[in-house]
């Protein structure tokens, strides 16, 4: 039962331009999401979050967007930069329970 | 160091014996976590300890997975009669405050000939 889901495995993008990963959740009590950025042979870095009572959060170049009604995600990349290129996941936790719920990634190539 | 510390960062066994995977958490993280990535996979939550609490075991797969924090602090997952789709990167993870802000070690890459 997958709760979280990233329907993309990878995504490819020039360098400058928007990247957009999306991220899908079925279980209604997820309040909080996350986007964590993979280098390989590294752990997942925390990148930006938010919670469920916003719509939308900025930090630099990455924007985090939330749908609830359509338990929805989005990260946005603006500009694109080659060093982006990683794997992004999705995640989220519920009611403050602070089990993290991940999605199956994806992977993001930036082409100079 | 200041961040989660893992070993071994690789470990290669036979089918049938068992590994300990040992996780250091940043110093003052209440909670930990184990994950595991197999090849071409997401991170699959294996278990969760949070301070005192009890232990959520839910993602643990079989009987043959097990875990302990001990002192609040370092944490060991031991796998017992490995079998070869065992074969993952073991991720630990800690996190203190903010909700989900986990902070990962690097992981230890296990391979089950």
């Known amino acids: 039962d997958q709760q979280v889901k990233q329907n993309s495995p990878s995504l490819s993008v020039q360098e400058g331009r928007i990247s957009i990963l999306n991220c899908d959740y079925t279980?209604?009590?997820?309040?909080?999401f996350l986007w964590y950025k993979k280098y390989p042979a590294e752990g997942p870095t925390f990148l930006i979050s938010?919670?469920?009572?916003?719509d939308k959060n900025e930090d630099g170049r990455f924007t985090v967007f939330l749908n609830k009604s359509a338990k929805h995600l989005s990260l946005h990349i603006v500009p694109s930069q080659p060093g982006d290129s990683a794997v992004y996941f999705c995640a989220a936790i519920s009611g403050g329970y602070q089990k993290v719920t991940f999605g199956t990634g994806t992977k993001l190539q930036v082409i100079p | 160091g200041a961040g989660v510390s893992q070993s071994p960062s690789n470990k290669v066994t036979e089918k049938g014996k068992d590994v300990e995977l040992r996780c250091d958490p940043i110093s003052g993280h209440t909670a930990l976590y184990w994950y595991r990535q197999s090849l071409g996979q997401g991170l699959e939550f294996l278990i969760y300890f949070q301070g005192n609490s009890a232990p959520d075991k839910s993602g643990l797969p079989s009987d043959r997975f097990s875990a302990e924090r001990t002192g609040g602090s370092v944490s060991t997952l031991t796998i017992q009669r490995t079998q070869q789709e065992d074969s993952a990167v073991y991720l630990c993870?800690?996190?203190?405050?903010?909700?989900?802000?986990?902070?990962f070690g690097e992981g230890s890459r296990l391979t089950v000939l």
């Open positions: 938010i919670s469920s009572i916003k």
């Open positions: 279980n209604s009590m997820f309040d909080y």
């Open positions: 993870a800690s996190s203190f405050q903010s909700p989900g802000e986990l902070f």
